[in-house]
């Protein structure tokens, strides 16, 4: 079962512009990771926030995460074509397991 | 290019058979993971191993199964296909002596079509 939700689901701007989404999710956990996912391929790792921090960023990307509301959210500055892809957050419980449980997604087009 | 490899890339099968399909984790890792994601969906967890066990399961019924070798390399099989079975399926690895970064390398995915 899905662990939450993204918001938007779907997310449509001009290149250049900022990208902001969201990521609920309904347990405790020891970690939030964020997915890039392109056109239906593998995912790929962008970053990583544990339980015990409010905020990381890496590069363009800025993360944050309230564990009083379980909520998430991602930010992409300054947006550029190659950027257009679906971004998946997924939560991870610790316990010695790597399983990850995803949200639906949001789909972001980034338009030149 | 994550080093995971997955093959096929692309299978079509009936409804009723029985399919594998294969992942060459990245080196150095010795976890899997295998992820199903329906069209449309996040993937979901269908089952993890270490080691060569199993070490955690998804909401899958049994005719899901999977095997992990020496190597590292693994599969998974699927019997008694049903058309719900059609998605992409992703394997990812993990170095579990690396507890504290827990990330997951995906690999590319074999999508599956079920007739």
């Known amino acids: 079962s899905q662990q939450g939700e993204e918001d938007p689901q779907a997310l449509s701007i001009q290149e250049g512009e900022n990208a902001t989404m969201n990521c609920s999710y309904k347990t405790s956990i020891n970690n939030l990771q964020w997915y890039r996912q392109n056109s239906g391929r593998g995912l790929v790792h962008l970053i990583l926030i544990r339980s015990n921090e409010r905020e990381k960023h890496s590069g363009r990307l800025r993360v944050t995460l309230d564990t009083s509301k379980k909520s998430s959210s991602l930010l992409i500055t300054a947006s550029r074509a190659a950027d257009t892809a679906s971004y998946f957050c997924?939560?991870?419980?610790?316990?010695?397991?790597?399983?990850?449980?995803f949200g639906k997604g949001t789909k972001l087009s980034v338009i030149p | 290019e994550t080093g995971v490899t997955q093959s096929p890339t692309h299978l079509i099968k009936t409804r009723g058979q029985q399919v594998t399909l294969r992942c060459s984790s990245q080196?150095?890792?010795?976890?899997v993971s295998w992820y199903q994601q329906a069209l449309g969906q996040g993937p979901q967890f269908i089952f993890q191993?270490?080691?060569?066990?199993?070490?955690g399961r998804g909401n899958f019924p049994p005719r899901f199964s999977g095997l992990q070798f020496p190597n590292y390399s693994s599969e998974l099989n699927v019997n008694a296909l049903e058309l719900d079975d059609s998605a992409l399926y992703l394997c990812a690895s993990s170095p579990a002596d690396r507890p504290l970064f827990p990330e997951q390398y995906f690999g590319p995915g074999t999508r599956l079509t079920v007739t």
């Open positions: 997924a939560t991870n419980s610790g316990a010695g397991s790597y399983q990850l449980t």
């Open positions: 191993y270490y080691r060569e066990e199993e070490n």
């Open positions: 080196s150095g890792h010795n976890t």
